[in-house]
Nanobody, 127 residues
Framework: QVQLAESGGGLVQAGGSLRLSCAAS????????MGWFRQVPGKEREFVAA????????YYAESVKGRFTISRDNAKNTVYLQMNSLKPEDAAVYYC????????????????????WGQGTQVTVSS
């Protein structure tokens, strides 16, 4: 069982930056792939970024590639999402998610593959 808690959301002007953090409970964090997803009202939850257990494999949605960076610190049981050059269309509730992968170098990119979710953090981007 993994419990996740996001932080770092807020209001930012277009072109600005935010860094989201997701703290995980448990002693086996390093055997979980982690993902970031976002959701706006009336739309399905969409993939943003994912990272394998070691951090050696990362994946991004086309819409954020080159602007967002996912990383993790296994010693701190934390995954991060650095968001630069934010656009109004990036505004959403951002969720982190975890899935046990052992030491396989994969990181799923669809929400249904992740059994563990945080409560979400709101990101608002003003134009």
């Amino acid at each position: 069982q993994v419990q996740l808690a996001e932080s770092g959301g807020g209001l930012v002007q277009a072109g600005g930056s935010l860094r989201l953090s997701c703290a995980a409970s448990g002693r086996t964090f390093s055997t979980y792939a982690m993902g970031w997803f976002r959701q706006v009202p009336g739309k399905e939850r969409e993939f943003v970024a994912a990272i394998s257990w070691s951090g050696g494999d990362t994946y991004y949605a086309e819409s954020v590639k080159g602007r967002f960076t996912i990383s993790r610190d296994n010693a701190k049981n934390t995954v991060y999402l650095q968001m630069n050059s934010l656009k109004p269309e990036d505004a959403a509730v951002y969720y982190c998610a975890a899935v046990f992968t052992g030491f396989a170098g994969r990181a799923p990119q669809t929400p249904h593959e992740y059994p563990y979710w945080g409560q979400g953090t709101q990101v608002t981007v003003s134009s």
